[in-house]
């Protein structure tokens, strides 16, 4: 059985509350919020009528404060009354967005209509509410048209819907949210060709009562074509302004883009030392045509740091924590220290605990906005089911993001490494290159519903002690498909593959050949477990990989899901194995939906269990398998 906890950061400046999972911490019982407190309770009970269908009804309801807050009283009669009238209005608003625009509201209290109540009046206790609705006659659009409406441009990455394609069109339902919408539609296709200033100058909105037709006219102000002007950073403490102007790829001169600006802004949180960072652009463009900005940013504490723990029935007590300095040099740099000790058992054995220390650099902005230099080094010792590692590499490379979907990365490396395993006690030492490209496609990185992720890597190398050469490479892609109503259900399924080619497997180090099992490969199997018999019994790893894992999501409240998954992986030496030699794992979780992502509990068993193979395992984490 597997078993893990949770880990916590903590940034250096004083706390004196947190929340985690819904549950404040350290509180202050003694705190009252005044927001609870009522002078002058009014409870009331309220009736809704609305001479339509139960659909509407329902938006009614939704749109009603009067009918959300019924469960609790009233601040005294200016409180009840004060409701009423804006419900008045959130109705009113609710009708036109579904397309009525005759209708009328009645909120009588105690009998008389809201809107004639003096807020000192003496109501009963409790008192009756009733909200009667006529929504009237369905309106739809007659004429619709925009003035000065943008030019159709032949740029996929300028190109913005149609107003016509989003419902604001001759015979469709005249709802106010589709007209608010067109206005939206229209704006946005002339900032993306480069008018940053263009807006709404009239719009002429006429409701026909006689003919339960709405005729429409949007008349759009463009104002001038522009380009970025210089960029005024405020508000830096240890970071260099300079540096901060630079990282937000913002080049004067150049023609006003939307999304050059959101691109910016998306590089500014990338460096991870502000706590707040906004682009505000000047009131008016200049008179060289080129639309100024300022950059107002606040500062991150300079340090940071976080612990964990992790638990498992077969592998013991793990403890890891870490410390992260931000702003190193005054251009984001940052260094990270991580440690762990892991395999605690009892009785205690230090002889098989793990180690880990290792510490990462990285220094943004290298080269370009959107380029990192990245420098790591690490030791370690761990033992895992098939062999013992003690290892000490370092890794020298750059990360280029070429969009939040796309990110390569590529430098060299190296490992000295010793390995205890079924070919007895070898030493080795590794230099090399590696490479690795995402394309994340996913509509959520911790419980996505739709879109596909891919991930490849490269890895050639040479190995000094035997003189060989050899290269890894894998690829493995994930792909999600939600159904129904914002996705309650799911289906999710990944796959992946890998190769290596060199010499034999005696003369390979046992962490660059092939491996399965575990939370996030076959579930069901220890870490590392599944690998290649070397004909006397002993695992070893192999040269080649293919797993696959197909998940059925289904969420049975807001908060709670349940999911059903099947797992299967292959390794094989030198040759691509056969069905036969498939292990295949299933089981079934629940998920707690929360505001970090669900929290996952998964139960699995082996379903063609072989010697030495746990008969089930249980998984905890946060976010979803895959």
């Excluded at 903590?10 to 404040?24: N, Y």
């Excluded at 190398?461 to 792909?479: D, H, I, M």
């Excluded at 999911?563 to 094989?572: P, S």
Aim: aromatic share 10%; with cysteine.
């Amino acid at each position: 059985m597997c078993v893990a906890a949770a880990g916590f950061g903590l940034g250096a400046a004083p706390a004196a509350a947190f929340e985690l999972f819904g549950l404040k911490l350290f509180e202050d019982a003694s705190a009252v919020d005044p927001d609870a407190v009522i002078a002058d309770p009014q409870p009331y009970r309220v009736v809704v009528t609305v001479n339509a269908d139960s659909t509407l009804e329902s938006v009614v309801r939704n749109a009603s404060a009067l009918v959300a807050d019924a469960g609790e009283p009233a601040s005294g009669a200016a409180g009840l009354l004060a409701k009423a009238r804006g419900d008045y209005r959130r109705i009113v608003a609710a009708l036109y967005n579904e397309g009525y625009y005759g209708g009328t509201v009645s909120i009588r209290v105690g009998g008389q209509e809201a809107a004639k109540l003096a807020p000192d009046v003496n109501l009963p206790d409790p008192v009756d509410v009733a909200l009667v609705v006529d929504p009237g006659p369905l309106f739809r659009f007659n004429s619709v048209n925009i003035v000065n409406q943008a030019m159709s441009t032949t740029d996929p990455w300028d190109q913005v819907p149609l107003p016509v394609s989003q419902g604001f069109g001759t015979g469709e339902i005249a709802r106010s949210s589709v007209i608010l919408k067109a206005e939206t539609l229209a704006l946005e296709a002339w900032r993306q060709q480069g008018y940053p200033k263009a807006e709404i100058a009239t719009r002429d909105v006429v409701a026909d009562h006689k003919s339960n037709s709405v005729d429409v006219t949007i008349t759009v102000q463009p104002g001038p074509k522009a380009g970025f002007g210089d960029v005024t950073v405020t508000g830096t403490e240890r970071m260099d302004p300079e540096f901060v102007r630079r990282q937000t790829g913002l080049v004067v001169g150049e023609d006003y883009d939307p999304d050059t600006l959101v691109r910016a802004q998306k590089r500014l949180d990338r460096l991870e030392v502000f706590r707040a960072a906004r682009l505000e652009a000047d009131d008016a463009v200049g008179a060289d045509g080129l639309l100024p900005y300022s950059l107002m940013v606040q500062e991150l504490p300079g340090a940071r740091f976080g612990f964990g723990a992790t638990f498992a029935s077969i592998d013991g007590l793990g403890l890891e924590g870490y410390h992260l300095w931000r702003n190193l040099f005054g251009q984001a740099e940052r260094l990270r220290l991580d440690a762990r000790v892991a395999s605690i058992g009892f009785p205690i054995d230090t002889a098989k605990f793990d180690y880990m220390f290792g510490g990462t650099f990285t220094k943004p902005g290298v080269f370009t906005p959107d380029t990192d230099l990245v420098a790591a080094i690490s030791a370690e010792r761990t033992v895992y089911p098939t062999y013992t590692e003690t290892s000490a590499g370092g890794k020298l490379g750059l990360s280029h993001f070429f969009s939040d979907q796309i990110t390569v990365s590529g430098g060299a490396q190296f490992e000295r490494n010793r390995f205890d395993d079924s070919f007895g006690t070898r030493d080795f030492a590794t230099v090399g290159l590696y490479s690795d490209g995402i394309f994340d496609f996913r509509n959520d990185k911790v419980d996505a519903t739709r879109g596909f992720y891919v991930q490849g890597t490269l890895e050639p190398f040479y190995e000094a002690r035997y003189g060989n050469a050899a290269a890894r490479a894998t690829l493995e892609a994930r792909t999600y498909f939600g159904f129904g109503e914002n996705d309650p259900y799911v289906l999710a399924g990944r796959l992946k593959a890998g190769v290596l080619l060199g010499p034999s497997l005696a003369e390979i180090p046992p962490d660059r050949l092939f491996f399965a099992g575990g939370g996030g490969s076959v579930r069901g199997y220890g870490f590392k477990s599944i690998g290649v018999d070397n004909g006397a019994g002993k695992v070893t790893g192999g040269r080649y990989l293919l797993e696959g894992s197909l998940e059925a999501r289904a969420k049975v409240t807001e908060n709670i899901g349940v999911v059903g998954f099947v797992d299967g992986g292959y390794v094989a030496a030198d040759v691509f194995p056969g069905l036969a030699d498939l292990r295949i794992g299933a089981g079934a979780g629940v998920r707690y939906y929360t505001g970090l992502g669900p929290l996952r509990l998964d139960v699995a068993v082996p379903l063609n269990k072989k010697a030495g193979d746990p008969d089930y395992a249980i998984y905890v984490g946060i976010g979803q398998a895959f």
